[in-house]
């Protein structure tokens, strides 16, 4: 992991914060909001996180942020065909 985990972790947990509710991927990222938040805190605190547990917390809160997106357009999407 390149970047600074002070500063990606944050911003991908304010990003994780904002999905829907109605969302079907809400409840996992719950969970990867909960597991940044600790990595985070533990960072703060001067503890060390092994490089592989930071990359995967990212890459999987990454991962649902892309589904989510997914998940939005195809919602707009499929509302733009139906006939009102």
């Known amino acids: 992991m390149n970047e600074n985990p002070f500063a ?5 947990l304010a990003r ?3 999905i ?5 991927w809400a409840h996992r990222a719950s969970g990867i909001r909960g597991s940044l ?3 985070l805190e533990k960072l703060e605190n001067g503890e060390t996180i092994p490089k592989s547990k930071l990359e995967a917390l990212t890459s ?3 991962q649902i ?3 989510t997106m997914n998940e939005t357009h195809a919602r707009k999407v ?3 065909e139906i006939p009102l």
């Not at 990606?8 to 991908?12: A, D, E, R, S, W």
């Not at 829907?20 to 079907?24: G, K």
């Open 8 to 12: 990606l972790i944050p911003l991908l």
């Open 16 to 18: 994780l914060e904002r």
């Open 20 to 24: 829907s509710a109605d969302s079907v």
């Open 37 to 39: 938040f600790k990595a």
């Open 60 to 62: 999987a809160g990454f």
């Open 65 to 67: 942020l892309a589904k």
């Open 78 to 80: 499929s509302k733009k």
